[in-house]
């Protein structure tokens, strides 16, 4: 038995911003807080946005000052900003920056309280005011997904919300918006949802229907993924890696995630690290540590051929894992992200509080198997890259 939650409706392929005002219409939505961040604002990525709004006979406000990682702080700027304006609806432009904002301005909106009262699962009880998500980038799949994630400095920590209450109304997937994501946040954002899609077929609660994409998504990322970070005009590239992490979000939003995410929000949190890159460098090394769980091994041969590995026919499930792990190795090196936590400047007496930290993240309890606080401490050891730590 289970719940499926999918978004409304979705617009894809390029230009599909132009269908954007029909569905505004239909919602009968009159005034909207466009949420994003100095650079999209500057480059006028929010403008065109907002010129399809005035098209559905709406109008807007810009609320343009959204970083990575966003805060509580921000959350409140932006949620009295639209209460100001009495807002109907949201309309986020970025990435998960901006569309975690939005979702957490909606749900406050809606629900009252403040942002912190909702961290956790499920913890509010009506759907927020709508969102519209024009994603830039092609990788958190947050325009699909029923999680938002919300930095609180003064524990510093990153907030986990999972509440399908959340999720966008319309998710606009134009790759025009893409077009000129630079290098490094392709390769980080690519890599997460290489993570999302990993991690849903690891997770406790994966599901035939989450396979189906998460497998897809594993398969268009490994091919896709170089192409664009190699070529950001290739358009066929950049579309694939947009249908990608969407179906990769699509199937960590059902089966959910696991100790990679867990461990890189704690490391989020506590030192301001990319969110994208933090996964990247975590993902081979928690791979290995899963691949010695018993009766994972079946989960790890589907994962290998989604990856194209031949010649892993009849190995144990922890030499599976360790090939896959290998294949993440070089994707990583090839799209230019770093290789372990030592080039990230991670000092190993973190360790221990960030552990404690990952430990509490809701995403830890989605791993195959909830893992000791030991464990985690050894997993950060060993991706070091030192050769520190013996499972
Ligand atoms: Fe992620």
């Not at 990788?139 to 609180?152: C, L, M, P, R």
């Not at 290098?183 to 229907?209: F, N, Q, S, Y």
Request: a negative charge; charged letters at 20%; aromatic letters at 6%.
């Amino acid at each position: 038995m289970e719940n499926y939650h999918a978004v409304e409706v979705s617009l894809f392929g390029r230009g599909s911003i132009a269908l954007l005002p029909p569905e505004l219409k239909k919602r009968g939505v009159k005034r909207g807080l466009i949420i994003t961040d100095e650079f999209l604002y500057k480059s006028g990525a929010a403008k065109r946005v907002g010129n399809r709004i005035l098209e559905a006979g709406a109008e807007y406000a810009i609320y343009y000052l959204v970083q990575p990682n966003p805060t509580i702080e921000i959350v409140n700027e932006c949620l009295h900003a639209a209460k100001t304006l009495q807002v109907d609806f949201l309309a986020a432009v970025g990435g998960g920056s901006a569309i975690d904002t939005a979702k957490a301005v909606s749900i406050v909106m809606a629900n009252g309280g403040n942002v912190e009262d909702y961290e956790g699962v499920n913890k509010s009880s009506k759907k927020g005011i709508p969102i519209v998500a024009v994603n830039t980038t092609a990788g958190t799949g947050s325009e699909v997904t029923a999680f938002y994630i919300v930095t609180n400095p003064s524990e510093h920590s990153k907030m986990c919300m999972v509440d399908p209450n959340c999720m966008v109304s319309i998710a606009v997937n134009d790759v025009d918006f893409c077009m000129t994501m630079p290098k490094g946040l392709t390769a980080a954002t690519g890599m997460d949802a290489m993570t999302h899609a990993i991690e849903a077929v690891l997770a406790k609660r994966a599901a035939p229907i989450t396979d189906k994409d998460a497998l897809w998504a594993i398969t268009a990322i490994k091919d896709y993924l170089p192409l664009a970070f190699e070529d950001g005009s290739d358009v066929k590239a950049r579309e694939m890696m947009s249908y990608a992490e969407y179906t990769a979000g699509m199937a960590f939003s059902n089966a959910g995630l696991g100790m990679v995410h867990a461990m890189a929000h704690a490391m989020g949190g506590m030192l301001n690290l990319p969110h994208g890159i933090c996964n990247a460098v975590l993902l081979p090394y928690v791979m290995e540590f899963n691949g010695r769980l018993p009766g994972i091994g079946e989960r790890f041969r589907r994962i290998a051929k989604a990856l194209g590995l031949s010649g892993t026919e009849g190995l144990t499930g922890e030499r599976e894992a360790e090939k896959c792990a290998e294949f993440i190795r070089s994707l990583s090196c090839r799209v230019g992200l770093p290789k372990n936590l030592q080039e990230l400047k991670v000092e190993k007496w973190d360790f221990e509080a960030l552990a404690e930290t990952a430990m509490k993240d809701s995403c830890m309890q989605d791993n195959y198997q909830m893992p000791t606080k030991q464990q985690v401490i050894e997993v950060y050891h060993r991706a070091l890259g030192i050769g520190d730590g013996v499972f």
